[in-house]
C-alpha cells in the first residue's frame, strides 16, 4: 500500500508560477511510474503529465507542454509539478498517482494509488 500526499498548492495570479509536491509512503515508488492528473470544477479528471521510474522519459498533455514540467526525486520518494505561465484554465484539484508502465501513458486506467489532491485556482 502507498500513501500519497500533494501540497503546494494554492491561489496566483495568470502567468505566476506554482510547485506542486507528492510525497509517498508506505512503500518506495521509485521502481514506479508516477503521473499527475487534474479536475476543474464539473469537468472529468484528466492527464496532466507523467514519467517512467527513472525519469527519463516523460509525456505531457498538449494543453501543458512547454510551460509544465514533471520531475522526481527517487531519495526521497518524491515526484514534483513545476507549473508556469499559468492560466486562469489550470485551476482545477491535482492529484498525483502510481503508475504501472514502462512508457509515461496517459489512461487512468493504468494507475492505481491516488493521492486525495491539492486545489491551484489562477486568478485573472
Known amino acids: 500500500q502507498v500513501q500519497l500526499v500533494e501540497s503546494g498548492g494554492g491561489l496566483v495570479q495568470a502567468g505566476g508560477s506554482l510547485r506542486l509536491s507528492c510525497a509517498a509512503s508506505?512503500?518506495?515508488?521509485?521502481?514506479?511510474?508516477m503521473g499527475w492528473f487534474r479536475q476543474a470544477p464539473g469537468k472529468e479528471r484528466e492527464f496532466v503529465a507523467a514519467l517512467n521510474w527513472s525519469g527519463g522519459s516523460t509525456n505531457y498533455a498538449d494543453s501543458v507542454k512547454g510551460r509544465f514540467t514533471i520531475s522526481r526525486d527517487n531519495a526521497k520518494n518524491a515526484v514534483y509539478l513545476q507549473m508556469n505561465s499559468l492560466k486562469p484554465e489550470d485551476t482545477a484539484v491535482y492529484y498525483c498517482a502510481v503508475g504501472n508502465y514502462r512508457t509515461p501513458v496517459a489512461s487512468e486506467n493504468r494507475y492505481y494509488y491516488w493521492g486525495q489532491g491539492t486545489q491551484v485556482t489562477v486568478s485573472t
Open positions: 508506505g512503500r518506495t515508488i521509485s521502481n514506479y511510474g
